[in-house]
């Protein structure tokens, strides 16, 4: 099953910043995760840092888990081949870190997904909420992002660029606002500000 794997820590913690009220239901689901040895099943949008919650988790649940990766897309042979895996488990087996995109419910439904597999699989839930549920969040995450692409310098984005960022939808989520932000400190050219007209 190639989208099994034990990934390495991740440097970005960027899922797990801001106070939005968005994400204080997240960061309970993520304490209550990392307490339990239960399968959790991480759903986002992409680019909204379900990997990055899932190593989390991994970091820091009692024993070894295992991150699968998009579950969605796993074919049937590969859904049944995950799904005897779970049934037949030893002591040896993983616990099992799932990430999915917002819609695994709607494909059971069409029989896309197993049912019963999904059933196994969202014993806890973790719900990331896309960027655009949490706006409140672009300034100390602009901040965090340009203090990692430039970080012996005091970057900050002014007013208008970051009105010009609030009013964007972010289909691409946290990865794209910080992809932003990158292209923002190249095109500034060491200015001390990210203004509108870098973005």
């Not at 689901?29 to 959790?40: H, N």
């Not at 990766?69 to 005897?84: G, H, K, P, Y």
């Not at 970057?155 to 009105?163: D, G, I, Q, S």
């Not at 990865?175 to 923002?184: D, G, H, K, Q």
Request: proline share 7%; hydrophobic share 40%.
């Amino acid at each position: 099953l190639g989208s099994l794997r034990q990934p390495a820590k991740a440097a970005d913690e960027s899922a797990f910043i801001g106070a939005a009220p968005a994400m204080r239901p997240v960061f309970r689901q993520i304490a209550q995760a990392c307490a339990s040895a239960e399968p959790v099943l991480i759903r986002g949008e992409t680019g909204s840092g379900k990997t990055r919650v899932a190593q989390l988790i991994r970091r820091h649940c009692p024993g070894g888990a295992a991150i699968v990766e998009n579950v969605e897309t796993l074919d049937a042979s590969a859904q049944t081949d995950l799904l005897a895996r779970i049934e037949t488990a030893d002591a040896s087996f993983p616990r099992l870190l799932v990430t999915c995109g917002p819609a695994l419910k709607e494909a059971v439904q069409r029989g896309e997904f197993r049912g019963d597999l999904y059933y196994r699989l969202q014993v806890l839930e973790v719900r990331l909420p896309p960027l655009r549920e949490r706006i409140e969040d672009l300034p100390v995450l602009t901040d965090y992002f340009a203090g990692q692409f430039a970080p012996n310098r005091a970057v900050e984005a002014t007013e208008a660029a970051l009105k010009r960022l609030a009013r964007h939808d972010w289909p691409g989520n946290v990865r794209e606002l910080r992809n932003v932000v990158s292209y923002a400190i190249t095109s500034g050219a060491g200015a001390p500000k990210i203004d509108a007209g870098h973005l």
